[in-house]
């Protein structure tokens, strides 16, 4: 049972490129989401999907977008890379949102 | 506004003593307290959760206290091993509601060091 994986596990972005995130469960979640955790603090919510095809803002979108085409897959999208992008991305999924989530491995990303 | 505070940064510990984590919150609508441990390159696993009707919940080595009065919670580790040595975040959510995705609120995290 793989979890949530999530790919790449590492990228180094020039300021004003552009890339998507993936994220992808097998555990047939309906929650799903996208956490960013910067150095010494703690993660800070992104954007999060309660299902295929719903998707709601977090407490720090701007930069960001998602899609929930299906169940499993909740990948994040840059648009233009910018330095306060640098940061460790973890993307998580939860059955029901009332328990604990499960995490991924993360996307530690910089932005140069 | 920091909703969730942890105001310890590190904590150093014996091995076999006890660890105590503590974690502060504002606002009064969560209902709903989790702890992660994170090991380092690796995501945040769920160690222990309680709900708001309780004061107190218990799993193995691992004991959460809540006293929501004072709006404050803490987690304890008792014996403290070395393999515990990770960076422990506490997590709010609530009012539990499915459609608003029952986001989880996070705070800066402690980190542990237990010394064998």
């Known amino acids: 049972n793989a979890g949530v994986t999530q790919t790449p596990k590492f990228r180094i972005l020039k300021i004003g490129q552009s890339m998507t995130l993936q994220c992808t469960q097998d555990m047939n979640h309906n929650y799903m989401y996208w956490y960013r955790q910067d150095p010494g603090m703690g993660l800070k919510l992104i954007y999060y999907s309660v299902g295929a095809g719903i998707t709601d803002k977090g407490e720090v979108p701007n930069g960001y977008n998602v899609s929930r085409s299906t169940t499993e897959d909740f990948p994040l999208r840059l648009e233009l890379a910018a330095p306060s992008q640098t940061s460790v991305y973890f993307c998580a999924s939860s059955l029901t949102g009332l328990e604990g989530y499960t995490f991924g491995s993360g996307t530690r990303l910089t932005v140069v | 506004d920091q909703q969730v505070k942890q105001n310890s940064p590190s904590l150093s510990v014996q091995e076999g003593r006890i660890s105590i984590l503590n974690c502060d919150y504002t606002?009064?609508?969560?209902?709903?307290f989790l702890w992660y441990k994170k090991y380092p390159a690796e995501g945040p696993t769920f160690l222990i959760s309680i709900s708001s009707i309780k004061d107190k919940n218990e799993d193995g080595r691992f004991t959460v206290f809540l006293n929501k009065s004072a709006k404050h919670l803490s987690l304890h580790i008792v014996p403290s091993q070395p393999g515990d040595s990770a960076v422990y975040f506490c997590?709010?959510?609530?009012?539990?509601?499915?459609?608003?995705?029952?986001?989880?609120?996070f705070g800066g995290g402690t980190r542990v060091l237990v010394k064998p």
């Open positions: 606002n009064s609508m969560f209902d709903y």
């Open positions: 997590a709010a959510s609530g009012p539990r509601i499915k459609a608003a995705g029952n986001k989880l609120t």
